[in-house]
T-cell receptor
Framework: GAVVSQHPSWVICKSGTSVKIECRSL??????MFWYRQFPKQSLMLMAT?????????EQGVEKDKFLINHASLTLSTLTVTSAHPEDSSFYIC?????????????FGPGTRLTVT | AQSVTQLDSHVSVSEGTPVLLRCNYSSSYSPSLFWYVQHPNKGLQLLLKYTSAATLVKGINGFEAEFKKSETSFHLTKPSAHMSDAAEYFCVVSDTGGNMLTFGGGTRLMVKP
């Protein structure tokens, strides 16, 4: 149980284009989803927290107009990187949490590697 | 505020020898602590977690960690390393709601044959 998937697992896009990454909780309802970014050989940094049906809360320094997060259902959150640039190339990882069930643990997806050329 | 320090960025052991990955934390409340493993280009897999129950926590794949409040440590150990243990390991501290995870910098474990 508690499986989280991400799609795509990797994507290459050209500079200036937008790319959407999906995060799905496959066997539980994710009231809250988190998006992290990981640069090569570095740790994970929280980008934003989204609650189903609400606007995402972004961490300091993360551009909300560049990283659009939608959490329209209890099983799906999307991260759209708009007008991508090479510096946006990174490994993006989502996690999901079911607060309705009183569970605090975050379950992580397998990650999406974004390369912007 | 909370923080996590993984004392070694790289650890190299020989197959069959013990593993010790060190982690110190700071937190202004009773924390929850986790160890995650990440294989190359993969997501995070939970090894074990401490949530104020037994101070010695046993996880998957033979790993265990001991919560020592007096030392603010949560070191990860394994009696005998396998080649498959080679990966990046993250020590993580969480607030009581599990909403704010703070990651350590990671420790890359290398296992020599």
């Amino acid at each position: 149980g508690a499986v989280v998937s991400q799609h795509p697992s990797w994507v290459i896009c050209k500079s200036g284009t937008s790319v959407k990454i999906e995060c799905r909780s496959l066997d539980f309802q994710a009231t809250t989803m988190f998006w992290y970014r990981q640069f090569p050989k570095q740790s994970l940094m929280l980008m934003a927290t989204s609650n189903e049906g609400s606007k995402a809360t972004y961490e300091q320094g993360v551009e909300k107009d560049k990283f659009l997060i939608n959490h329209a259902s209890l099983t799906l959150s999307t991260l759209t990187v708009t007008s991508a640039h090479p510096e946006d190339s990174s490994f993006y990882i989502c996690s999901a949490q079911n607060r309705l069930a009183g569970l605090t643990e975050q379950y992580f997806g397998p990650g999406t590697r974004l390369t912007v050329t | 505020a909370q923080s996590v320090t993984q004392l070694d960025s790289h650890v190299s052991v020989s197959e069959g020898t013990p593993v010790l990955l060190r982690c110190n934390y700071s937190s202004s409340y009773s924390p929850s602590l986790f160890w995650y493993v990440q294989h190359p280009n993969k997501g995070l897999q939970l090894l074990l977690k401490y949530t104020s129950a037994a101070t010695l926590v046993k996880g998957i794949n033979g790993f265990e960690a001991e919560f020592k409040k007096s030392e603010t440590s949560f070191h990860l150990t394994k009696p005998s390393a396998h080649m498959s243990d080679a990966a990046e390991y993250f020590c993580v501290v969480s607030d009581t709601g599990g909403n704010m995870l703070t990651f350590g910098g990671g420790t890359r474990l290398m296992v020599k044959p």
